[in-house]
């Protein structure tokens, strides 16, 4: 199974840009689907954006559009998350998560069809 480890989590202030890395352990890294999901305390996990992986097909959360960009590079086996303009509504633990099953194509943002998860990195966004 494949093992999915974030980092890049910092704390930075309104207006800043973070870049979120996912490491993976498959080479070549061939998942059905993979997202970048976020957690801030007291709230349900959130999907920020999804990609299909054989067509590149995403989907992205409205909230972060035109802010966050989805990125991989297929040497290292990681994918990125950048994330500029950031609000401190945005803070959260950022978790990076691939989907076996080919069904995730249509709910690209839902992450009951994830199933790999990392462990996740923290974002905090101060005023």
């Known amino acids: 199974q494949v093992q999915l480890v974030e980092s890049g989590g910092d704390s930075v202030e309104t207006g800043g840009s973070l870049t979120l890395s996912c490491a993976t352990s498959?080479?070549?890294?061939?998942?059905?689907?993979l997202g970048w999901f976020r957690q801030a305390p007291g709230k349900e996990r959130e999907g920020v954006t999804g990609?299909?992986?054989?067509?590149?097909?995403?989907d992205t959360a409205s909230s972060v559009k035109g802010r966050f960009t989805f990125s991989k590079d297929n040497i290292k086996n990681t994918v990125y998350l950048q994330m500029n303009n950031l609000k401190p509504e945005d803070s959260a633990t950022y978790f990076c998560?691939?989907?076996?099953?080919?069904?995730?194509?249509?709910?690209?943002?839902?992450?009951?069809?994830?199933?790999?998860w990392g462990q996740g990195t923290q974002v905090t966004v101060s005023s």
């Open positions: 998560a691939a989907a076996g099953g080919f069904a995730c194509r249509h709910h690209l943002l839902n992450a009951n069809v994830y199933d790999t």
């Open positions: 498959e080479s070549p890294l061939t998942p059905a689907c």
């Open positions: 990609v299909f992986w054989r067509t590149g097909q995403m």
